[in-house]
């Protein structure tokens, strides 16, 4: 198996309209690519200063499939209209288990 973890800090720009719409989107994510076995996110529960804001933990079976899911359109359709217009930093990672 493979996971992928990643890590936003949200900008000014990121009101609660464009907070919704980035879950909505992660939520669709999950129904849309076939090649998610798994997917989990949510916002940081404020135990820690100066944690990241919102994090995704996504699974997958094969390395292949980790690369279709980071190629497909929807997926980067909504990095290009939901994500990166309200994130100042990413933190990503993947490893096999």
């Known amino acids: 198996m493979i996971r992928h973890i990643a890590m936003f800090?949200?900008?000014e720009d990121a009101d609660e309209d464009s907070r919704a719409a980035l879950i909505e989107s992660m939520d669709m994510l999950a129904e849309?690519?076939?090649q998610i076995v798994t997917m989990r996110h949510g916002a940081d529960l404020g135990f820690r200063e100066g944690n990241f804001d919102y994090g995704v933990?996504?699974?997958f079976a094969t390395s292949?499939?980790?690369r279709a899911y980071s190629e497909d359109p929807v997926h980067r359709?909504?990095?290009a209209t939901r994500l990166r217009?309200?994130?100042s930093d990413r933190a990503a990672?993947?490893?096999r288990y």
């Open 85 to 87: 217009p309200i994130i």
């Open 57 to 59: 933990v996504v699974d």
């Open 93 to 95: 990672i993947q490893f």
């Open 32 to 34: 849309a690519i076939p």
């Open 64 to 66: 292949e499939d980790y």
């Open 9 to 11: 800090k949200f900008n």
């Open 77 to 79: 359709e909504m990095i």
